[in-house]
């Protein structure tokens, strides 16, 4: 039994000039997992426009020995409601110095033309199952459309 076991997640975002919010996540094993790894991301949006969830899930995971496998894994996308949606997906168990990036982006259309502020909240957990190792990271990521000379947006982490 390997009591080194360790899992950890990061996750970055940006708001993308043909109106998406892209995420791109990290999930990386110093010791390696001791099963598979469920990840959930929750995603909630305000303050106007409308979201739309991802179609696709681009998953690619990074071995050890520096080779790359682009997978097909199923995600399940479900809408909790209007402005909120729940990603999941289970990957492969991680062995040493390995991890997965995960990127997916979320369609934003009719964003408020006055200033406004428009919040996207996301909470990111990934679990081992077996062995109970879990991270959990939370990320706030806010948009404002401003009026200016030419409409923009800016986007702060």
Known sequence: INDNYDI????TGSYTANGKLRYEVTVSSVHGTPSDIDVTDTFTYSGGGTVSPPT???VVKHNADGTIETSSIPAQIVALSTIMYKISLNLPRLYNNEYYTLVYEYDVTGLPDQNAAVSAYNTLDATSTNHHETTSDHADYFIYNKQLENSSCLFFI
């Open 56 to 58: 696709e899930i681009s």
């Open 8 to 11: 950890t997640t990061q996750k």
